[in-house]
């Protein structure tokens, strides 16, 4: 039996939550005080309950109610936009909460099963009704797993900015509350100056981020020796390039930390494997070894598992938090199909002792940016428009192969449908062109040769390339900027652009933080201040025009 995530009275007089957004530090006793309260207003039926969250304690708070309850639950983004109304409409909650108000929804009773906690999405970008189900025995067990391998005691004090939607955010909410740490909530990103001053203020202990982050930190010149309090971060939702993990290994043990890199599926509530810091270094490709209480290993294409060490197969995992199953209507909600084991639809091959490296994928899914992406989804939307097409990637970019002359105007309105359906920037959506798709010796097409065609894979790092596209995106290939205003409006494309404002005062994201660094980096040279993003514009062009002067004198 595993502790439960809602046994909050052992750790009475600590700290549960810190947040600096709302100036509220809120101890144990408080939190279950709080749950306590919010989980007498909830019906004493078992229901079906939709909530909308983000980082916040109210959400964290009707979340612990909901659970403490016995109420299945599915954690949501917006109970009001497109994807939450078709959700709602689809499984027909009895009861939507957000953080003011609480809804009642269709009271047709639901046979639930017993063992029924959470329900996940699938994929972040599809829009498909499709459920992950997950027990209390899957959440606990991972969240208990998760304890085990980070060392997790109650003087961890996680940083979270991840959804609590997402399954990566979900599982370091519920292992820091089972062993009694401290999570620190942030909407915060990793550009925000406030992201790093709330870390360092809140005595942080970790935080975690997927691929797209970390490549973002590079470019930043992250260094976490300035970071007394942090013990770790951790690296998941999707492959991080070797050179990378490497790079983060190093920099991390050089200061007395450490970088895990993690690697799972919302299936496995949602981690699957862990690699220890020491080896990264290493086997920077690897993801690890099974975490506490779980098994890998590779099978054939018959489901015969494979001990040939030399040979490669589907990885395979099996332990106590694999899900239930999937559900795609009410119904299903009350069944328990756990698979045997879960079949990962990873190719892998196993390394020294018991870690394992992925080659491939034998299912069609690929998470640039951490998001899962149905590549037959998108196969079936590019062929109502161009039928003689393929469709394939890696977790770096979405690849489109279409037959034929190439067509700029087709290029960009292909790539303007993968944006708009499924919330991809444009910059990770490479379009190629072929006089004749590529074929196996068996007829089907080969993917492999459209991903290897001269110009799929970057030469240069990841995170140049990544920069290089969306600066050509933006139009800063074919036109550079003379002057930071300009800089700015090609990449934000605002009107609101003037003297006084600042990157953070005009919204910029995390796409537009890469191409102008890059653009202000040519600008200003070694002059581009770390704290760029918070200061005014007119600042940066004085600094631009100190440069300009100075080279031409």
């Known amino acids: 039996m595993y502790p439960s995530i809602t046994d909050l009275s052992k750790f009475s007089d600590n700290v549960a939550l810190i947040s600096p957004a709302e100036g509220l530090q809120i101890t144990y006793a408080d939190l279950l005080e709080r749950v306590r309260r919010k989980q007498a207003e909830l019906p004493s039926r078992r229901s079906l309950v939709f909530i909308q969250a983000k980082n916040s304690v109210e959400s964290i708070v009707n979340y612990l109610a909901v659970v403490a309850a016995g109420h299945p639950v599915h954690i949501l983004e917006d109970l009001d936009s497109d994807k939450g109304q078709a959700l709602v409409a689809h499984y027909r909650p009895n009861l939507m909460i957000s953080e003011d108000r609480i809804q009642n929804g269709d009271n047709t009773p639901i046979d639930l099963h017993p063992e029924l906690e959470i329900l996940l999405s699938t994929s972040g970008s599809t829009g498909t009704a499709k459920f992950v189900k997950l027990s209390q025995q899957n959440m606990a067990s991972n969240a208990h797993a998760i304890c085990g391998y980070l060392g997790l005691t109650s003087a961890d004090r996680a940083f979270c900015h991840l959804k609590p939607y997402y399954s990566f955010g979900l599982s370091i909410i519920n292992s820091h509350l089972m062993c009694g740490g401290s999570l620190v909530l942030s909407d915060h990103s990793m550009i925000d100056d406030a992201f790093w001053t709330d870390l360092q203020d809140t005595g942080a202990t970790s935080f975690s981020g997927v691929p797209y982050n970390f490549e973002t930190l590079l470019h930043r010149g992250f ?25 983060f290994a190093e920099a ?35 993801i690890g070894k099974a975490i506490p209480g779980g098994r890998l290993y590779l099978v054939d294409s018959e489901g015969n598992q494979i001990t040939d060490i030399q040979a490669e197969g589907e990885l395979a995992y099996e332990g106590p938090n694999v899900m239930m199953g999937y559900a795609e209507n009410r ?149 550079q900027s003379e002057t930071v205003m300009e800089a700015f409006y090609n990449a934000l494309q605002t009107d609101r652009i003037s003297s006084d404002k600042s990157f953070e005062d005009l919204g910029g994201d995390s796409l537009s933080y890469v191409a102008l660094s890059l653009e202000l980096e040519r600008l200003l040279g070694d002059n581009l201040p770390e704290n760029w993003t918070s200061m005014p514009l007119g600042a940066l062009e004085d600094i631009r025009e100190t440069r300009a002067l100075s080279i031409n004198a």
Request: net charge neutral; proline share 6%.
């Open 223 to 247: 260094d976490p020796a300035r970071f007394p309090a942090l013990r770790y971060a951790t690296q998941a939702g999707g492959k991080l390039d070797a050179q990378l993990v490497r790079h």
């Open 331 to 479: 119904d299903a909600l009350a069944s328990d199909e756990t698979p045997a084991r879960l079949l990962t639809g990873d190719i892998a091959k196993r390394l020294d002792g018991d870690l394992f490296r992925i080659i491939g994928r034998s299912s069609r899914f690929i998470k640039p940016f951490g998001v899962r992406i149905g590549l037959d989804e998108v196969q079936s939307l590019i062929k109502e428009r161009h039928p003689l097409s393929a469709v394939t990637g890696t977790d770096q970019e979405l690849i489109l192969g279409l037959e034929g002359d190439h067509d700029l105007d087709l290029q960009e309105e292909l790539r303007g449908l993968c944006v708009t359906r499924f919330g991809l920037p444009a910059a990770v959506i490479t379009v190629k062109f072929f006089d004749k798709l590529p074929l196996l010796a068996n007829g089907k097409i080969d993917f492999r040769a459209i991903i290897e065609q001269p110009g799929a894979q970057p030469s240069v790092g990841f995170f140049s390339w990544l920069g290089a596209k969306i600066s050509e995106a933006l139009g800063f290939t074919d036109r």
């Open 252 to 286: 991390f043990g050089a200061c007395g930390k450490e970088f895990v890199v993690m690697y799972g599926q919302t299936e496995a509530a949602p981690r699957i494997s862990w690699l220890p810091a020491n080896l990264a270094p290493k086997h920077p490709d690897s």
